[in-house]
C-alpha cells in the first residue's frame, strides 16, 4: 500500500508550487535516470524516510466559474478516495472565501486526516493571518510558504505520523519493467491485449486520475510486471501521426523506460533489417531480450522448422548468440505464457551478481588453458576479475597490459562467462583495467 498526500483547494492558492515543492529533488533524480522529463500531476516525494505520492488534485481539474461546485467534487472525491492523508490549502493573503468554505464543508465529514494549509506566509502579517483559518473549523492551521519552504519541515513531521506504514523508497522495485517493441504490424497491441486481457488487472494506477499509462503496473498468467509505454499503443489509432516517426520514437522511449524488451518478428517476413535495427538498439542500451517470433500460425511446417530458423536467426545476429527465441501466435494463444516467461527469466539473470570469489574460482582456469595472445613479445596476464554493482552486468579484468586484449579474446571470456553463469537474454560489458 501506497501512502498518498492530496493536495486540495481552490484556485491560486499554490497547491501546484507546494506539489512541486514536495516532489522537487526525487523527481529529479527520477527523471534523469529515465532520461526524460513528464508532466504529471502525481509525483514521488520523501520526508525523514518516509517515501510518498503526492497528488496535486487540482490539476486534474478544469476549473472555469461557472464549473467549480463540480471541481470541488471530483476535487475532493479523488483526494477522499485515494488519499492517505489531505492537504487543504488556503491562501493568506486573501484570507477566507466562499469557496474555502464549501470545500471545509464537504471536507469537514472526511474520515481522512486533513490538515489545513495556511499558504503564502512569509511575511509576520501573514503568519498572524493564517490564525483567521481557525474559522473554518478544520481544526489549526500550518502557516507555510510553498514558494520558499517555510513551514513544510513542521507540516511534513505532522504528516508522516498518520502514514500507517513505512514504504519502501520505489514500491515498484524489484518488478520487471517490459517493452513490448517491433515494427508495425507485427502483432504488438494484438499481444498486449491478449496479455491484459487474460487478467486484466492494472495494479497501481490511482483511479480517476488517468496516472499516465506509461509505466502501469500489471498482473497476468499469476506473473506481476509494468509495461512501459502502453499510452503508446491506445495513440497509434490516429492517422494524422507521422507513423514511422512516432514509432521509432515511442520504440526508444520504451526501451529506455524497461529492463527487459520483448522483440516481435512477424513470422510470414521472417528477420528484415528494421528487426535487427530494433534488437540491435536494445543491445546497445543494454537491455535484456526476448525474441518472439509472432504468427508462428501462419506458416507452414513441420517438427523441424523452427530450429531451422533458429539458426538461421542466430547466423543473422552473430556474433550474438544469447537471445532466447520463442516461436509464438497472439491469434492461438501459442506459447504467450513462455514468452512472459522468459522475459522474467531473462530480467532475473541481468540482476544476477556472481561473488568476486566465484568468477575468479571458475574463470581463472579458463584463462590458464586458454591464456590471452602474446603481443610483439609482450604477455598479458589477467590477475584477478570481478563484477560490478551496476543495472546490468558488468565485469572487470585487472591485468598488466589491458590495451593488448583483442576483442576476439573478450568474446572468448564473455562465452566462459555465459556458460559458467548463464547470462540468457542478458548483454554483458567487459572492462580492463590496469593493476
Ligand atoms: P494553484 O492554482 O493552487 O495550483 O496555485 P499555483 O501553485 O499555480 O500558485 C498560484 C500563484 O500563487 C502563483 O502566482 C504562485 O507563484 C503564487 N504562490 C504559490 N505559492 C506561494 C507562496 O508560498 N508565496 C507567495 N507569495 N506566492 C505563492
Ligand atoms: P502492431 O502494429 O505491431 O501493434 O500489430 P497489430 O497487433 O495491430 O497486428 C497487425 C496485424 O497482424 C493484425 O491484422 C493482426 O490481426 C495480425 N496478427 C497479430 N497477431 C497475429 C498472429 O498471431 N497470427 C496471425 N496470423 N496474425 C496476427
Redesign the pocket.
Known amino acids: 500500500m501506497s501512502n498518498i498526500v492530496a493536495i486540495v483547494g481552490r484556485p491560486n492558492v499554490g497547491k501546484s508550487t507546494l506539489f512541486n515543492r514536495l516532489i522537487e529533488q526525487r523527481q529529479a533524480i527520477m527523471d534523469n535516470q529515465s532520461g526524460v522529463t513528464r508532466d504529471r500531476h502525481y509525483g514521488r516525494a520523501e520526508w525523514t524516510d518516509h517515501f510518498f505520492t503526492v497528488i496535486d488534485t487540482g490539476g486534474y481539474v478544469v476549473g472555469s466559474e461557472d464549473v467549480f461546485e463540480e471541481a470541488i467534487r471530483e476535487q475532493v472525491e479523488i483526494a477522499l478516495d485515494e488519499a492517505t492523508v489531505v492537504l487543504f490549502v488556503v491562501d493568506t493573503m486573501t484570507g477566507i472565501t466562499g469557496l474555502d468554505d464549501e470545500f471545509a464543508n464537504v471536507l469537514r465529514r472526511s474520515k481522512k486526516p486533513v490538515f489545513l494549509v495556511a499558504n503564502k506566509a512569509e511575511t509576520s502579517d501573514r503568519m498572524h493571518a493564517a490564525s483567521e483559518f481557525y474559522g473554518l473549523g478544520m481544526g489549526e492551521p500550518y502557516p507555510i510558504s510553498a514558494q520558499t519552504g517555510s513551514g513544510t519541515g513542521d507540516l511534513l513531521d505532522a504528516v508522516v505520523k498518520h502514514f500507517p506504514t513505512k514504504e519502501a523508497e520505489n514500491p515498484d522495485e524489484g518488478i520487471p519493467r517490459i517493452a513490448i517493441l ?12 491478449t496479455l491484459l486481457g487474460v487478467e486484466r488487472n492494472i495494479v497501481t494506477d490511482i483511479a480517476g486520475t488517468t496516472r499516465d499509462a506509461i509505466n502501469s503496473h500489471y498482473k497476468a498468467f499469476g506473473k506481476e510486471f509494468i509495461l512501459t509505454d502502453t499510452a503508446g ?1 491506445r495513440r ?1 489509432a490516429r492517422v494524422s501521426d507521422n507513423i514511422e516517426f512516432y514509432s521509432t520514437l515511442r520504440t526508444i522511449k520504451a526501451m529506455e523506460e524497461s529492463d527487459v524488451c520483448v522483440i ?1 518478428l ?1 513470422a ?1 517476413r521472417g528477420m528484415e533489417g528494421q528487426d535487427m535495427t530494433i534488437i540491435g538498439q536494445a543491445i546497445k542500451a543494454k537491455k535484456g531480450v526476448v525474441i518472439m517470433v ?5 506458416v507452414e511446417k513441420d517438427h523441424k522448422t523452427a530450429d531451422v530458423w533458429r539458426k538461421e536467426f542466430l547466423r543473422r545476429l552473430a556474433p550474438i548468440d544469447y537471445l532466447p527465441i520463442v516461436f ?5 494463444k ?1 506459447r504467450i505464457f513462455q514468452v512472459m516467461e522468459k522475459a522474467m527469466e531473462v530480467y532475473e539473470n541481468k540482476k544476477k551478481r556472481i561473488p568476486t570469489s566465484k568468477i575468479n574460482e571458475l574463470m581463472q582456469p579458463e584463462i590458464e588453458s586458454y591464456p590471452p595472445p602474446a603481443i610483439k613479445g609482450k604477455y598479458v596476464k589477467i590477475k584477478y576479475m570481478l563484477q560490478l554493482p551496476t543495472a546490468s552486468p558488468t565485469f572487470v579484468f585487472f591485468c598488466n597490459l589491458p590495451q593488448y586484449i583483442k576483442e576476439s579474446y573478450e568474446r572468448y571470456l564473455e562465452n566462459k562467462l555465459r556458460e559458467h553463469f548463464g547470462f540468457d537474454g542478458v548483454p554483458l560489458t567487459l572492462f580492463f583495467r590496469q593493476k
Open positions: 517491433g515494427r508495425p504490424n507485427v502483432g504488438k497491441s494484438s499481444f498486449v491485449n499503443l497509434k516481435l512477424d510470414t509472432n504468427k508462428w500460425d501462419a509464438a501466435s497472439v491469434h492461438e501459442q
